[in-house]
Nanobody
Framework: VQLVESGGGLVQAGGSLRLSCAASGRTFSTYAMGWFRQAPGKEREFVAV???????HYTDSVKGRFIISRDNAKNTVYLQMNSLKPEDTAVYYCAAGPGWIITRLREYDYWGQGTQVTVSS
């Protein structure tokens, strides 16, 4: 599985962005798809995950602001980010793994190259 993120950019606080992650491979629909982020000087952290059947889970800091979704026909997963805050600034990565609702980095087998999101105050 190869993953390619897009949709990052510079946005003012309170604004919105939608990230996309296009996947190659026939087994996309069977994988859990996650979004992680890494801010400068910090460890990569879990943001959101969606199972193959559409169940979702979010880290507390983005609940009510971010929405993860997937379109298995297009082999694409999305992260709609609303009410963005400066602390959301990071490189965002999508990842694919064989589990259900998985939140740990080591549970994911495939990673994209990342897309930068910068939120100005």
């Amino acid at each position: 599985v190869q993953l390619v993120e897009s949709g990052g950019g510079l946005v003012q606080a309170g604004g919105s962005l939608r990230l996309s992650c296009a996947a190659s491979g026939r087994t996309f629909s069977t994988y859990a798809m996650g979004w992680f982020r890494q801010a400068p000087g910090k460890e990569r952290e879990f943001v959101a995950v969606i199972s193959w059947s559409g169940s979702t889970h979010y880290t507390d800091s983005v609940k009510g602001r971010f929405i993860i979704s997937r379109d298995n026909a297009k082999n694409t997963v999305y992260l709609q980010m609303n009410s963005l805050k400066p602390e959301d600034t990071a490189v965002y990565y999508c990842a694919a793994g064989p589990g259900w609702i998985i939140t740990r980095l080591r549970e994911y087998d495939y990673w994209g190259q990342g897309t930068q999101v910068t939120v100005s105050s």
